[in-house]
């Protein structure tokens, strides 16, 4: 069972001041062999307000500063007004709880109003969000059903249509039934699915492909299949959507292994392919060392350094033939498991600073589903993706993107 939000916020600032207060007591200590009190107090008091600014920045209100650290005139305010305080009151003959509770209560005010102050701050600095987009429409009713729940609820801007999928039809037909339907791209798929005989030597592993971009008897040999399938899969996008033109991305990313960007860009003039997406994607900020494990353990690191790279290299390419990419993306280096605050740090990190078309808007990437979505799946043919949506990570990724 979750925490209550205010309770939560209440036992973050309590363990903060309480830390605040320890430091302010140690100092104490640590000085009063060599100082007098009034000397001391005040270095110990900036100690305490350090230790304040620091913990209430990065956990107490981390949804409004984004682990990042207040401005620096809020340590300034508050440890004026603190040994001001502090000093006035004694004066005054207040009594214990009054002097006791008085800062208490004025911290909380001031590092209150740096939060909210910070979160303006912050959505002054971020300007465009970017678009949130599902991948594998089509594959099974488990995902198709948690895709288009977000696309009816106004926060999906786009989804990959996988059209060897089981369910594409079905999909289809449904995704046209929206009020206002997200954007549809080709999710162009190599790597699963049912093999066409006429293309017996084509790999469909990611790494087999690559290695054959770097081989050019492989290039040769394979690039009239590649061809093939990939004006197969165009012509089924057509059939199923009616759309004239392609906005293509790849199954496991694989539309940007060099050999096969080489079909995407030898056919994107004669079949009005406009858009390709990259996956360009700046690390995240305030990331806890957790995080960083979790992306190390699942693969995600190494994926973002593979894919950082081929993007690097497919940009100036998408250019010259004067098709339009993302400017940024997020969701490789937490594929599988973009929810929570991996989600959150990705999201506000692809935002972009100044207003862009369409088609240049940052893309968040996830992949959600309803439980036991892989039940529905072909499991012959799709034997990577059943085992990626039995997790239960592809329903935290559905409930993260319903909190926008």
Not at 369 to 396: C, I, Y
Request: net charge positive; glycine share 6%.
């Amino acid at each position: 069972m979750r925490m209550p939000p205010v309770l939560t916020r209440v036992l973050r600032y309590g363990l903060v001041g309480g830390t605040a207060a320890a430091v302010h007591i140690s100092v104490l200590l640590l000085l009063d062999p060599w100082m007098i009190l009034s000397l001391a107090n005040p270095i110990a008091f900036l100690a305490a307000s350090v230790a304040g600014y620091l913990g209430h920045a990065l956990l107490t209100f981390r949804e409004e500063t984004g682990g990042r650290q207040f401005a620096r005139r809020w340590l300034l305010l508050q440890y004026v007004v603190n040994l001001s305080v502090c000093a006035l009151l004694p004066l005054l003959n207040a009594p214990t709880l009054v002097l006791v509770f008085t800062p208490t209560l004025l911290n909380a005010v001031i590092w209150s109003r740096a939060a909210r102050f910070s979160a303006k701050a912050r959505q002054h600095q971020y300007g465009q969000p970017p678009l949130l987009h599902a991948d594998d429409l089509g594959l099974a009713e488990g995902v198709d059903a948690a895709i288009i729940d977000l696309a009816q609820s106004g926060r999906l801007q786009g989804a990959s249509l996988l059209v060897n999928g089981p369910s594409a039809t079905a999909t289809v037909k449904a995704w046209r039934g929206l009020a206002d339907p997200p954007m549809l791209t080709l999710h162009f798929c190599l790597t699963e699915g049912h093999r066409l005989p006429n293309c017996p030597d084509l790999p469909t592993g990611f790494g087999s492909l690559l290695l054959a971009s770097l081989l050019p008897w492989q290039r040769r040999r394979i690039a009239p299949q590649l061809r093939t399938v990939l004006l197969q899969q165009i012509s089924r996008y057509r059939e199923l959507t009616g759309l004239r033109q392609i906005r293509l991305d790849g199954h496991q990313h694989i539309h940007l292994v060099p050999l096969v960007l080489d079909a995407v860009l030898d056919l994107a003039s004669d079949e009005s392919i406009t858009w390709v997406r990259t996956t360009r994607e700046p690390l995240p900020e305030g990331l806890s060392p957790r995080l960083w494990w979790r992306s190390l353990q699942t693969g995600g690191l190494l994926k973002w350094l593979v894919l950082q790279l081929l993007s690097g290299l497919a940009m100036p390419r998408l250019r010259r033939t004067g098709l339009q990419t993302n400017r940024r993306f997020a969701g490789v280096l937490f594929s599988g498991s973009m929810f929570g605050t991996a989600f959150r740090r990705c999201w506000e990190t692809a935002y972009s600073s100044s207003s862009l078309d369409r088609a240049l808007q940052a893309v968040v990437l996830i992949h959600p589903a309803l439980p036991d979505a892989a039940t529905g799946m072909d499991r012959e043919a799709f034997q990577q993706s059943v085992a990626f949506f039995n997790s239960t990570n592809r329903q935290k990724e559905w409930a993260s993107a319903q909190q926008l």
